[in-house]
């Protein structure tokens, strides 16, 4: 007998897979449990992947290649197991895995998979919030359910609808269709805006822009989970007034993680914020044993990650000097030595008069002692040297392994990103000359020296492609 609650059609979805990449991993498996007023049926198949399965999946699902060689391929079940999720709220753990790999699939045949996805993690968080784990193994021993075969499609589509009457007999029907509607409810957008992009907008961590009519921009941001951070903009009284007003296309780029995030916002808002034209460092040159002298150094003549002597990153010599006057006064330096004064030989610069310079312009400290101050305060503007052979990579996955970027630097200048080894060779074979931008160096430093971060050493560049 089908419960009173079940007043809209259900579908329990599992898949088995080559890995957790939906870029370049296939569907192993399929199982479904459907549900509606009609009853509960199974329906599940074994997917030719097209692919070997590697050892590990092997052992997991227990699924072998002799298995799945005379398995239809997916373009063969497309049209039946599209049919049988038509007007059905999709409902999976982990959602975002099962339907961005079937929408992966989907898309290799040319079809744009939709369908109003409901994610059991999700839904346990709101219902339990008092707990703190969530994961399928979790909910079964919590709730007192048991499956057959774990890491089967079937199996565990099957754990997935006891779940759902588990939560319904213990917290009542009502509880459970209010967070239900909430999770599922349709996004709502602007007239003029596709409303295929709140489907679209995926639940990863991500970088976006905001156009206006003519393609400008408006608004650039990041977040965690970008359609969630893009939605917030429309939500409410927002969608009336400026900036939301005034959308009429959403430019956005997922990521694997927090780190290519960042990057990629830097890289849109350079549209609204250039680098600066006269970005300058200091170059310290030892001018005669023991006495130093600074030189601006602008954007064309600057080598960062090259030049063992360069302090500081400015957006205009003014800035720079005023930098430099500051140094000065807090460690009693010589304006006039640091060329930020002009005075006639053996004459006191006018620092020696507020007590701020020592003397050293007249032969009342020894210039040792002047230079050695100038070095110290000096140290901690110092632009790190590349400290690798070539360029690298910055390898980051998303938490549930299916997406993994390589973000491709060398000498702090950013390359760009590939998903997979074909990409990388393609963007080291047609590598491009890219501007240093301070941005991305200080978030670089960031990262490599607090996160997990794996980092691929690649093979180095010809020379003529040394960006500047």
């Known amino acids: 007998m089908i419960p009173d609650y079940i007043d809209q059609p259900l579908v329990f979805i599992d898949l ?5 990449n939906f870029v370049r991993d296939r569907i192993l498996e399929v199982g479904l449990v459907e549900v509606d007023q009609d009853g509960v049926r199974e329906w599940s198949t ?61 898309a290799r045949l040319g079809i744009d998979f939709r369908s109003t996805v409901l994610c059991t993690v999700k839904l346990s968080r709101k219902l339990y919030p008092q707990h703190h784990r969530h994961n399928l193994d979790t909910l079964m021993s919590r709730h007192n359910i048991g499956a057959e075969a774990r890491h089967r499609a079937l199996a565990d589509a099957r754990v997935l609808w006891d779940l759902w009457q588990a939560w319904h007999a213990e917290l009542g029907s009502p509880a459970v269709s209010a967070v239900t509607d909430a999770l599922t409810r349709p996004a709502k957008l602007p007239p003029t805006l596709d409303p295929a992009l709140a489907d679209e907008l995926p639940d990863t961590h991500g970088a976006y822009a905001l156009l206006d009519v003519d393609g400008a921009t408006l608004v650039v941001g990041k977040g965690t989970n970008l359609r969630q951070k893009v939605l917030s903009h429309f939500a409410d009284a ?17 990521a694997a993680g927090e780190f290519g995030a960042r990057l990629q916002e830097i890289q849109l808002q350079r549209r609204i914020r250039p680098l600066p034209a006269e970005l300058c460092t200091w170059r310290l040159d030892e001018e005669a044993p023991g006495r130093f002298g600074l030189e601006l150094a602008f954007a064309d003549t600057m080598q960062p990650g090259v030049d063992d002597n360069l302090f500081g990153l400015y957006g205009t010599p003014k800035e720079a000097r005023q930098a430099l006057r500051k140094l000065a006064e807090a460690h009693f330096l010589c304006p006039a030595l640091l060329g930020l004064e002009s005075v006639k030989p053996e004459k006191p610069c006018a620092a020696v008069k507020t007590g701020q310079c020592r003397g050293v312009c007249v032969g009342k400290e020894d210039l040792s002692r002047h230079s050695g101050r100038l070095l110290t305060a000096l140290a901690k503007l110092k632009l790190k040297v590349w400290p690798h052979a070539g360029p690298v990579a910055l390898v980051e996955r998303d938490e549930f392994g299916m997406q993994e970027d390589f973000h491709v630097f060398d000498r702090w200048c950013y390359l760009g990103r590939a998903r997979n080894d074909e990409e990388l060779h393609q963007l080291m074979d047609d590598f491009k ?36």
């Open 433 to 468: 000359t890219n501007a240093f931008d301070p941005d991305i160096y200080r978030l670089f430093l960031k990262y490599i020296q607090g996160s997990k971060l794996r980092l691929l050493t690649l093979p180095a560049r010809d020379s003529a492609g040394v960006g500047p």
């Open 238 to 254: 927002r969608s009336s007034q400026p900036p939301a007003s005034l959308v009429h296309h959403v430019e956005w780029r997922g």
């Open 16 to 20: 088995e897979t080559t890995g957790a």
């Open 46 to 106: 074994l997917v030719n992947p097209e692919v070997s399965v590697t050892p590990f999946i092997q052992g997991l699902t227990g699924i072998d290649d002799a298995m799945v060689v005379d398995a239809p391929r997916f373009g063969a079940i497309a049209s039946e197991l599209r049919e049988r999720l038509r007007g059905r709220i999709f409902i999976a753990h982990n959602a975002r895995f099962d339907y961005g790999f079937l929408k992966a699939e989907f």
